[in-house]
């Protein structure tokens, strides 16, 4: 290396330095400066939906956890039997906490925050982007962003976002079920990266996608009546009332809560079911595939198996709207 190039890289680390130095010094003098400096960056304008969706979603988890749990249980009971029993959210409350102590009901908690981390922020980052880039479409055409282009993005972020997701779902999907197995035959995960390890050990590491399409297809619902339902319902109360910002928002989210949970509820029974299914003595599963989940509730079981533990999949949905 010569003189000259030496001298050169020599100057540009101490530049490098300096600035540095000057960057960590306006940090220390100006806290809020520098915040709104790194909030200014694009880098940081890009990743912000994902970090605010994420988060959103993780506080929602930990707040709801216990009614999920509930609402896994009454989806398990009386699984092919028509007349199987009809527990009630407060008996299957009761039993877990009988058959245990009350931190049970946050059983997977685990899972369910890599869950959110991983799926909302996905879920949540898509749908803002997407609507970023159909808006600036929209206007680039004098139009207005519509009903179509919502849906359209609330399903597309959901799909995708379910698909990266789907090893952590299944995940809280064997935590929350443990419970239901005989002693001796129970798994016992201690927490949600132990439950992907012995899954993927003793199942395969194919295993982590099982139940992916149903679980897709309920996103999709899902999002289909979470964000678009909420936008479109945000956007007709800011015109057609005169409620608060705050109220606008909560009655947005009401709505969309309803048609998120009458939509996707029969998915979310079928992705638990899948989920929730391992290998018998003889090598078989209960369920081959989503049609024929779908198939043997509604012949075993009836039709309206699939919308069991409605109010408390409402609860648990409404948050993260």
Same mark, same amino acid.
């Given at each position: 290396?010569? =003189?000259?190039?030496?001298?050169?890289?020599?100057?540009? +680390?101490?530049?490098?330095?300096?600035?540095?130095? /000057?960057?960590?010094?306006?940090?220390?003098?100006?806290?809020?400066?520098?915040?709104?400096?790194?909030?200014?960056?694009?880098?940081?304008?890009?990743?912000?939906?994902?970090?605010?969706?994420?988060?959103?979603? @993780?506080?929602?988890?930990?707040?709801?956890?216990?009614?999920?749990?509930?609402?896994?249980?009454?989806?398990?009971?009386?699984?092919?039997? $028509?007349?199987?029993?009809?527990?009630?959210?407060?008996?299957?409350?009761?039993?877990?906490?009988?058959?245990?102590?009350?931190?049970?009901?946050?059983?997977?908690?685990?899972?369910?925050?890599?869950?959110?981390?991983?799926?909302?922020?996905?879920?949540?980052?898509?749908? /803002?982007?997407?609507?970023?880039?159909?808006?600036?479409?929209?206007? !680039?055409?004098?139009?207005?962003?519509?009903?179509?282009?919502?849906?359209?993005?609330?399903?597309?972020?959901?799909?995708?976002? %379910? @698909?990266?997701? &789907?090893?952590?779902?299944?995940?809280?999907?064997?935590?929350?079920?443990?419970?239901? $197995?005989?002693?001796? $035959?129970?798994? &016992?995960?201690?927490?949600?990266?132990? +439950?992907?390890?012995?899954?993927?050990?003793?199942?395969?590491?194919? %295993?982590?996608?099982?139940?992916?399409?149903?679980?897709?297809?309920? %996103?999709?619902?899902? &999002?289909?009546?979470?964000?678009?339902?909420?936008?479109?319902?945000? +956007?007709?109360?800011?015109?057609?009332?005169?409620?608060?910002?705050?109220?606008? =928002?909560?009655?947005?989210?009401?709505?969309?809560?309803?048609?998120?949970s009458f939509l996707s509820l029969p998915f979310?029974?079928?992705?638990?079911?899948?989920?929730?299914?391992? $290998?018998?003595? !003889?090598?078989?599963?209960?369920?081959?595939?989503?049609?024929?989940?779908?198939?043997?509730?509604?012949?075993?079981?009836?039709?309206?198996r699939f919308y069991r533990g409605f109010g408390?999949?409402?609860?648990?949905? +409404?948050?993260?709207?």
């Amino acid at each position: 290396m010569s =003189t000259s190039t030496s001298q050169q890289a020599a100057e540009g +680390a101490k530049q490098a330095a300096n600035e540095a130095k /000057d960057t960590i010094k306006s940090a220390v003098d100006d806290p809020k400066g520098a915040k709104n400096n790194v909030i200014r960056q694009p880098w940081m304008k890009a990743a912000l939906p994902f970090i605010n969706g994420g988060l959103g979603g @993780m506080t929602a988890t930990t707040v709801i956890q216990p009614i999920d749990m509930v609402k896994v249980r009454l989806q398990l009971a009386g699984e092919g039997a $028509k007349t199987g029993p009809r527990p009630s959210p407060l008996q299957v409350t009761r039993e877990i906490i009988a058959s245990g102590k009350v931190m049970d009901l946050y059983t997977g908690l685990s899972a369910g925050l890599l869950r959110q981390a991983v799926y909302t922020t996905a879920r949540l980052g898509f749908f /803002d982007t997407f609507m970023i880039a159909l808006t600036k479409r929209a206007e !680039d055409k004098g139009q207005k962003i519509g009903f179509a282009e919502r849906a359209a993005a609330g399903l597309s972020a959901g799909g995708l976002a %379910a @698909m990266i997701g &789907n090893p952590a779902d299944l995940a809280l999907i064997r935590m929350q079920s443990d419970g239901l $197995k005989p002693k001796d $035959k129970r798994a &016992n995960y201690r927490s949600v990266f132990h +439950a992907l390890t012995h899954i993927s050990k003793s199942e395969g590491i194919y %295993a982590l996608w099982a139940g992916a399409f149903p679980t897709v297809v309920r %996103a999709m619902a899902l &999002n289909f009546g979470q964000l678009a339902f909420f936008s479109e319902a945000k +956007a007709q109360l800011k015109t057609k009332t005169d409620l608060s910002s705050r109220t606008q =928002t909560l009655t947005a989210s009401a709505i969309a809560g309803f048609f998120a949970s009458f939509l996707s509820l029969p998915f979310d029974f079928v992705k638990t079911r899948l989920q929730k299914q391992q $290998k018998g003595p !003889d090598g078989r599963v209960p369920y081959s595939s989503m049609v024929d989940c779908f198939r043997k509730v509604a012949k075993d079981e009836g039709l309206l198996r699939f919308y069991r533990g409605f109010g408390t999949y409402y609860v648990r949905i +409404a948050p993260h709207a």
